[in-house]
């Protein structure tokens, strides 16, 4: 099985608003993306709007639904009640809850599942009742996924961030993956799919999915938006796909 690549948004958003001008086009790039075999497209709308804007959740929608209907859209964000009602008005087909802090430059922690289970419960009912798959960002640590298999999430997704940072050191590298294994063990074992994002790139991803062959999605934004500068994004989407082919 090989992991699906669904591309993050965000950076390219980001650059597009240092100035009031339409590019790069969000929906623009997307389309490369899907077009070169990406399986879906992933955003984070945060309440400041400082990269994706909410008025761009509709022109994402309209692209898969009108260019792409195989594609999947993944809205990341912190269950507030306007994010919420975002994702009820633009039905994406994952939704990705994350502890976020709307200070924060970008996510970098899991849930406290053990403290939050009551908060997300319903919420992840309230979702699923629209038929919308719930993954849950989760901390490389076996504990607490069981209080995460019982709030009804389909999925976690592994927190990356720790394993990106590794790259210049295999010994750290090899100990983060190994985290990163024992927590998708632990989750699979539990009936959870596994998802995971965050600073990963063509050179780590081949570790990391030859450990977690079950690997079902990996969400890619600011190491595959550093490629496509580089290497143009239908380049770099055909560079990650090869990276997760890796096999045990």
């Excluded at 699923?128 to 389909?154: E, H, N, Q, Y």
């Excluded at 590794?166 to 632990?186: C, I, M, P, V």
Aim: charged share 25%; aromatic share 6%.
């Amino acid at each position: 099985m090989t992991a699906k690549l669904s591309v993050n948004l965000n950076a390219v958003a980001m650059l597009r608003n240092r100035r009031d001008l339409p590019w790069p086009s969000v929906t623009g790039m997307g389309r490369i993306a899907l077009d070169a075999g990406a399986a879906g497209l992933t955003v984070h709308p945060r309440p400041d709007q400082r990269h994706i804007r909410f008025s761009d959740l509709g022109d994402i929608r309209a692209l898969i639904d009108d260019e792409f209907p195989g594609a999947e859209f993944n809205i990341e964000g912190f269950p507030t009640e306007h994010f919420l009602d975002l994702v009820e008005k633009y039905e994406p087909e994952q939704v990705t809850l994350v502890p976020d802090d709307p200070t924060q430059s970008t996510s970098d922690h899991g849930w406290d599942f053990e403290t939050k289970a009551d908060f997300l419960t319903p919420i992840v009912a309230r979702l699923k009742k629209r038929a919308i798959r719930v993954s849950l960002f989760a901390d490389p640590d076996p504990k607490g996924l069981a209080a995460a298999k019982a709030t009804g999430a389909d999925r976690i997704e592994l927190y990356t961030g720790p394993y990106g940072a590794t790259y210049d050191s295999a010994k750290a590298a090899a100990e983060e993956l190994r985290k990163l294994g024992a927590a998708a063990d632990a989750a699979l074992a539990l009936g959870l799919d596994v998802n995971a994002g965050h600073d990963l790139t063509v050179e780590n991803i081949p570790p990391l999915a030859k450990r977690i062959p079950a690997l079902a999605e990996v969400s890619i934004g600011h190491g595959l938006t550093a490629d496509a500068m580089e290497h143009g994004m239908a380049v770099t989407i055909r560079r990650f796909l090869k990276a997760l082919e890796a096999t045990p």
